[in-house]
């Protein structure tokens, strides 16, 4: 094997047997680039890591990376092949305080999942159409806003009681139980929702006690969290009978059934207007027709339609005689015509005309008329007609008749 290909080998095997790794330790030899790209090694007593972390995830980190400071970061392994070295690039890094935060967390969590705090069968069914809303939550905060903001805008049309406690510090815990007790001690709603807006982990702590989770699990009020963004998790989302992602999500979902039925009975309004100017036009419709025929039934309707019958009728019969009188008028004429070619002088008259016509036929188709064209007649010595010239041998007199006279002649 060549350097590279080892190198190369070594690098996939590291890269994919580690691809997401959180570490704790100290840094040390810190330096920062004018690229913005940190470097630095992260050390605790035993073993010194290389690490890096690039410009736009050093941009986005709440902490300010110096010597000596413990952290904990997420990130992966990597090999860079001209050096042959690894090192980790890490992605996101906080304080060492967060992940002590982290494991009292996970910490608490394992202890109170074991005891069945989060169990689904404990969990209660949440009111569809609630009409009184317990919020504890501070009654200053962007969350509480926001969440009067969606109820008003989805026309909500029940009643919410704030009831006001600290989301953040140290006596935010204890508030927060106060006034989960205080809603389930005089039945103050149907629905209760505990949280806040989002925040670090830190800012959100309180919601993470176990007074609080207590409290939470133990209510016989329906409880949503409601705490943070949506990547957020506290215990009290986990004790909850229901977990909203933020305030407003949970706004969201308790207007939901209300804005389900506003949208139905919208909808059935819609059909009921609709089905209603169906039916009432289908009825104007009918009255229409009763009324054309009533009108048609009326003696006066009925009269004027007698008398317009009967003026059809009279002029169909003038129309009848007219045409009968024109008809026997024709047939009168084409008597009297017959009857005068019949008269004597009519028929003379006609014979004349006739016999001229023939005249002129057999004038225009006597010989003469045919030598007038420029025609001639040929005959031998017996005044035969020579129609053929094998006729007439040679030597042989003929004569030649044309329009002005006869000429003698021989075939030579």
């Avoid at 940190?38 to 605790?44: E, G, I, N, R």
């Avoid at 689904?120 to 009654?139: A, C, D, H, M, R």
């Amino acid at each position: 094997m060549t350097v590279t290909e080892l190198t190369q080998h070594i690098k996939g095997l590291l890269e994919s047997s580690f691809p997401v790794v959180r570490l704790r330790g100290e840094i040390s030899n810190f330096r920062q680039q004018q690229s913005g790209h940190v470097y630095f090694s992260l050390k605790d007593s035993g073993a010194s890591i290389s690490c890096v972390c690039f410009r736009n995830d050093a941009m986005r980190l709440d902490v300010r990376l110096r010597d000596g400071l413990q952290i904990v970061g997420t990130g992966r392994v990597s090999v860079y092949p001209p050096r042959g070295n690894y090192q980790i690039i890490f992605r996101t890094i906080e304080e060492d305080g967060v992940g002590r935060l982290q494991q009292a967390f996970l910490k608490l969590k394992e202890k109170l999942s074991a005891e069945g705090l989060f169990d689904s069968e404990n969990k209660q069914s949440l009111p569809k159409l609630p009409k009184t809303i317990g919020f504890v939550t501070s009654e200053t905060g962007a969350a509480l806003r926001d969440f009067i903001s969606i109820l008003r805008r989805r026309s909500w049309t029940g009643q919410l009681i704030v009831i006001p406690a600290r989301v953040q510090g140290e006596e935010a815990a204890p508030e927060i139980v106060r006034g989960i007790a205080l809603a389930n001690q005089h039945n103050l709603c149907d629905l209760l929702v505990v949280g806040r807006g989002g925040g670090s982990l830190e800012d959100l702590w309180p919601f993470n006690e176990e007074i609080v989770a207590r409290a939470v699990a133990a209510s016989m009020i329906p409880i949503i969290s409601a705490v943070g963004h949506e990547i957020d998790f506290t215990l009290s989302d986990f004790a909850a009978d229901f977990r909203a992602e933020t305030p407003s999500a949970a706004a969201e979902w308790i207007t939901s059934a209300h804005q389900a039925i506003l949208d139905k009975l919208a909808s059935l309004n819609d059909r009921f207007q609709k089905a209603s100017e169906r039916q009432l036009e289908r009825i104007g419709h009918r009255l229409s027709i009763v009324t054309v025929n009533l009108r048609h039934q009326h003696p006066r309707n009925r009269l004027e339609q007698a008398a317009l019958r009967l003026d059809d009728l009279q002029g169909r019969l003038g129309q009848i005689l007219q045409y009968t009188f024109r008809e026997h008028q024709q047939r009168l004429q084409s008597l009297k015509n017959q009857f005068a070619g019949l008269k004597p002088e009519t028929q003379l008259h006609h014979h004349r005309e006739k016999l001229h016509q023939i005249r002129l036929r057999l004038t225009n188709n006597s010989h003469q008329a045919t030598l007038k064209r420029g025609y001639a007649i040929v005959r031998d010595n017996n005044n035969s007609l020579i129609s053929d010239s094998a006729e007439l041998p040679p030597d042989s007199p003929f004569s030649v008749e044309m329009r002005d006279g006869s000429i003698s002649a021989t075939r030579k």
